[in-house]
């Protein structure tokens, strides 16, 4: 008997072990493949830095950053295209903001989740950001330089030249307006969504309208998730090449944009045309790194400062 | 005192505030309607126009073509030859190449980073994981094309002996940087929405976490870690500039991946500013951003109704 009974505790004792220690060491391999996975994209995250840190740090200088290209682009600074890319980013974000959050207060405030109207505006808008870049350039080509441009022109210009009708900043602005359009929108809904419902509530309660709710309350309450929007929209449209390529962006200029109908230099197009057709590589590539390091730098430096405003906001938001 | 009170209603702004944002709302919708009907409009000549379709009918774009009389039949993209050559395979068979190239290497990256941020990691860790995820998706496509032409083709070339610096693989690669942060974001997305009270259940029946991870985490999270992948592979298609720089735009039929490849986006950006507005070329060029609208707009359409699902699914209530 007594023997039966060991056997089986035994067996038991066994089987528990067994499973134990497979269990764990089982769950050390998804563990560290995972981690493996984590590591080596940060690794190459990594890697990418460091070799723009390396290389371009050496050219960064005051004249660097405040002086226009000289020699066809083997020296001298990439003056032009900050101011090109700023002025750029401005008139983008002047089209962006206020349309991306009066729909992200519309679709929060003016119509119920589930209406058909929202799901189609959400479809949109997923949509849209999945637009690949270079179908926002044609269409900028298409639509805003050929149809609303060359129109003003046949419309008030008939006599002289192209005057609308030809790539220029605003068209380019505008075509990245509506590509950074989701960014503007779905940040500021995240931060409608930590409006307390009782704020609102309140002011309905006191007879405020709609429109007061709105302007007074909602507004005031959701600036860092606009702010945080806004400043990711210009972080994306600052690096975006390919739909500005055909509807503004210059390889090289000689003066300073403007007018809303110049043409003019940008960062990230100024690193595509110094990478890729430079007659000699070689000597243009510590002014190429220099631009690279600089846009990285000013694409690096907005991300920070939205996800800290967005973190501190979801903090808020727990508390 | 602070101003507390409202000032009087006026039903007039009242309504011209609510008639001012739901216009606004539109504009996602408007704009990608937009999109869809100025690209295609420049592209419907190959369908309607016989001049056009002389040279670039669809059978034309899809079917081996016998160019010169008593030559063989082949696919050829030659747009500028004296006998224009518009067949599309050789830059669909680029396209798949590289977005093949960039899925294998990213999904696995992409997947396993999220399984470790969502199931391993620890609260501290994983608030570090996701930021280094958004600098890497704010690194500009024109960075990334940048580092793959001037840093990874040389080390590639060296360390596998490429006979082409640039080739599918050099240009795989820098795409599947820029695809991980969205694999990642919506794969983890999926599975940290998996209802906690889910996760207690099954630990209260004696599974221990990386059971809970394998067994149920994992498969309910699974259509979402799909759709990821998927939207992954719309963006690796889309993506232009990286593919410029860095694929070495050699529109040649070829099964290697060693080779140089021209996608349909590179194609466009590499080829429209030199096109004469309203030719053969142009038209063709619009054609195959209609190819890409269409092509991303249901990936985008499929990746998001699936999402949606799952989470409806999972937490019992539409997003």
Redo the contacts between chains.
């Keep these: 008997m007594k023997a039966h009974e060991s056997t089986i505790s035994y067996g038991h004792d066994l089987l528990a072990t067994n499973l134990e220690f497979k269990?764990k060491t089982?769950?050390l391999i998804?563990?560290g493949?995972?981690?493996?996975?984590?590591i080596?994209?940060?690794l190459?995250?990594g890697v990418?830095m460091f070799?723009?840190i390396i290389g371009g740090i050496g050219i960064i200088s005051w004249e660097f950053v405040s002086h226009p290209p000289e020699q066809g682009m083997e020296e001298g600074g990439v003056f032009p295209a900050i101011f090109g890319t700023v002025a750029l980013v401005i008139l983008m974000v002047i089209a962006v903001v206020?349309?991306g959050v009066?729909?992200a207060?519309?679709?929060h405030e003016?119509t119920s989740?589930?209406s058909k109207i929202t799901r189609?505006?959400r479809?949109?808008?997923?949509?849209?950001?999945?637009?690949?870049?270079?179908?926002?350039?044609?269409?900028g080509?298409?639509?805003f330089i050929?149809?609303i441009g060359g129109g003003l022109d046949w419309l008030f210009y008939s006599s002289e030249g192209p005057v609308w009708g030809q790539p220029a900043i605003i068209w380019a602005a505008l075509t990245l307006a509506?590509l950074t359009?989701?960014v503007v929108?779905v940040s500021t809904e995240e931060a409608l969504r930590t409006i307390p419902r009782e704020l609102i509530e309140a002011s309905y309660a006191?007879?405020?309208?709609?429109?007061?709710t709105?302007i007074?309350i909602i507004i005031p309450q959701a600036l860092p998730g606009i702010l945080t929007g806004s400043i990711l929209a210009v972080?994306r449209g600052?690096?975006?090449?390919?739909p500005i390529?055909?509807t503004g962006a210059a390889y090289y200029l000689p003066y300073l944009p403007s007018k809303l109908n110049d043409q003019f230099m940008e960062l990230?197009?100024h690193?595509?045309v110094m990478?890729?057709q430079s007659p000699n590589i070689e000597a243009t590539?510590p002014i190429?790194y220099g631009t690279?390091l600089v846009?990285?730098v000013l694409?690096?430096l907005l991300?920070f400062v939205a996800?800290y405003i967005r973190s501190s906001m979801r903090k808020k938001r727990a508390a | 005192m602070p101003e507390l009170v409202?000032?009087p209603?006026s039903k007039f702004?009242?309504f011209v505030?609510?008639k001012?944002?739901?216009i606004?709302?539109?504009?996602?919708?408007i704009?990608?309607l937009?999109?869809f009907v100025?690209?295609f409009?420049?592209a419907l000549p190959v369908f309607t126009n016989s001049e056009v379709q002389e040279e670039a009918s669809l059978d034309k774009m899809t079917f081996k073509q016998e160019y010169y009389e008593g030559r063989e039949a082949k696919y050829s993209w030659q747009p500028n030859s004296t006998v224009p050559k518009y067949s599309l395979y050789p830059l669909f068979l680029g396209t798949i190449k590289a977005a093949i190239i960039a899925m294998l290497f990213a999904a696995?990256?992409?997947?396993?980073?999220a399984?470790?941020?969502s199931?391993?990691a620890s609260r501290r860790m994983r608030e570090t994981?996701k930021?280094?995820?958004?600098?890497?998706a704010?690194?500009?496509?024109?960075?990334?094309?940048?580092?793959a032409?001037?840093?990874l083709a040389t080390f590639l070339q060296n360390v596998l002996g490429l006979t082409f610096r640039l080739n599918a693989l050099n240009a795989g690669i820098a795409l599947g940087?820029a695809v991980?942060p969205i694999i990642f974001t919506v794969a983890e997305d999926a599975m940290t929405s998996v209802p906690r009270s889910l996760r207690e259940a099954a630990i209260a029946l004696g599974a221990?976490?990386?059971?809970v991870?394998?067994t149920m985490v994992l498969p309910a999270a699974l259509p979402g870690i799909a759709a990821g992948v998927v939207?992954g592979f719309?963006?690796a298609?889309?993506?232009?500039?990286i593919v410029?720089?860095a694929s070495g735009n050699a529109a040649i039929v070829s099964a290697s991946f060693v080779e140089s490849v021209r996608t349909f986006?590179a194609t466009?950006?590499a080829e429209?500013?030199e096109v004469v507005?309203g030719s053969t070329h142009y038209t063709v060029?619009?054609f195959i951003?209609t190819l890409?609208?269409v092509f991303?707009?249901a990936?985008?359409?499929g990746g998001?109704l699936v999402l949606g699902r799952i989470k409806e699914k999972l937490q019992g209530r539409?997003?």
């Design positions: 269990e089982r769950g998804p563990r493949l995972t981690l493996a996975a984590v080596l994209i940060v190459m995250l990418i070799n723009v206020p349309i009066l729909t207060i519309y679709l003016y989740p589930t189609l505006i479809v949109a808008i997923a949509n849209l950001a999945g637009v690949p870049s270079i179908v926002f350039g044609l269409f080509l298409g639509f050929a149809f509506l359009l989701p929108i006191l007879g405020g309208t709609k429109l007061q709105i007074r972080s600052a690096g975006e090449v390919a390529m055909f990230g197009y690193i595509y990478a890729t590539k190429l690279v846009l990285l694409t690096f991300n996800i | 409202f000032k209603k702004w009242e505030g609510a001012i944002i739901s606004s709302a539109l504009s996602a919708l704009g990608i937009l999109i100025f690209i409009k420049e696995p990256l992409g997947i396993g980073a399984i470790y941020s199931e391993f994981i930021p280094v995820i958004e600098l890497l704010a690194i500009p496509s024109v960075v990334l094309g940048f580092f032409l001037i840093v940087l991980i221990n976490p990386w059971q991870s394998m939207l719309g963006r298609i889309g993506e232009t500039m410029l720089m986006s466009i950006a429209l500013a507005f060029l619009f951003g890409l609208f991303t707009f990936i985008n359409l998001e539409t997003q």
